[in-house]
């Protein structure tokens, strides 16, 4: 049972469009709501954390939504750029451990 | 201020082989969390530790892995007789406070194992 999912598995645009990407989890239990962001081979840069309390959190071109009574959270990347190809995680926090989604991996076409 | 720190950063073991990963955690934390990332796999939470003491072992294969935090010292994950599936990433987070309604975790850059 998947308890975090992310749609797309995987998406390709052109350079400069923007871009959304998809996350939802089942768990009632999930309180706050953290995306991050993976290089091939590398680890983990947090992007937005996104408490239980709050819509939506804001650093740059990435705006971070989350509506917990649906059971979802958004990612938007405005003017995306070749640089912003990547895998991008969604976890959800319950008690002591994070939950992550198994990703959207990002191709930004130059 | 350095980030949380993981060594080896790559491991290659033979089957049957003990693998010890390390994990120094930020100055200043004391809590410690194990995840594993299989190949085209989301990362999944193995164990928590706080210092001398093993909090939540939920996400632990019940056999050849342990985790210990000690006093001194980073903590490490062992895994012993590993086998072909034990091939992972492994990733180490810590913060400062104990997991609360809001527990920031900083991420180290993993170990990434290989079991020929």
């Known amino acids: 049972k998947q308890e975090v999912t992310q749609i797309p598995a995987a998406l390709s645009v052109p350079e400069g469009e923007n871009l959304v990407l998809n996350c939802s989890f089942t768990?009632?239990?999930?309180?706050?709501l953290q995306w991050f962001r993976q290089d091939p081979g590398k680890g983990l840069t947090s992007l937005l954390l996104?408490?239980?309390?709050?819509r939506e959190q804001t650093s740059g071109r990435l705006n971070a939504s989350l509506d917990k009574s649906s059971g979802r959270s958004t990612l938007y990347i405005a003017a995306s750029q070749p640089g912003d190809s990547a895998t991008y995680l969604c976890?959800?926090?319950?008690?002591?451990?994070?939950?992550f989604g198994k990703g959207t991996r990002l191709h930004i076409l130059p | 201020n350095a980030g949380v720190m993981q060594n080896p950063r790559h491991l290659v073991r033979r089957r049957g082989q003990e693998a010890r990963l390390r994990c120094s955690p930020m100055?200043?934390?004391?809590?410690v969390y194990w995840y594993r990332q299989l190949p085209e796999e989301g990362l999944k939470f193995m164990v928590y530790?706080?210092?001398?003491?093993?909090?939540?072992e939920s996400g632990m294969p019940k056999e050849r892995f342990s985790a210990e935090f000690p006093k001194e010292g980073p903590s490490i994950l062992r895994i012993q007789q590993v086998v072909r599936g034990d091939s992972a990433a492994y990733f180490c987070?810590?913060?400062?406070?104990?997991?609360?309604?809001?527990?920031?975790?900083?991420f180290g850059p993993g170990t990434r194992l290989t079991v020929l």
């Open positions: 530790l706080q210092k001398e003491n093993i909090i939540d």
């Open positions: 987070a810590s913060s400062p406070r104990p997991a609360t309604s809001y527990n920031e975790q900083f």
């Open positions: 100055k200043g934390h004391s809590h």
């Open positions: 996104i408490q239980s309390s709050q």
């Open positions: 976890a959800g926090h319950r008690d002591d451990k994070i939950i």
């Open positions: 768990d009632s239990a999930i309180y706050n």
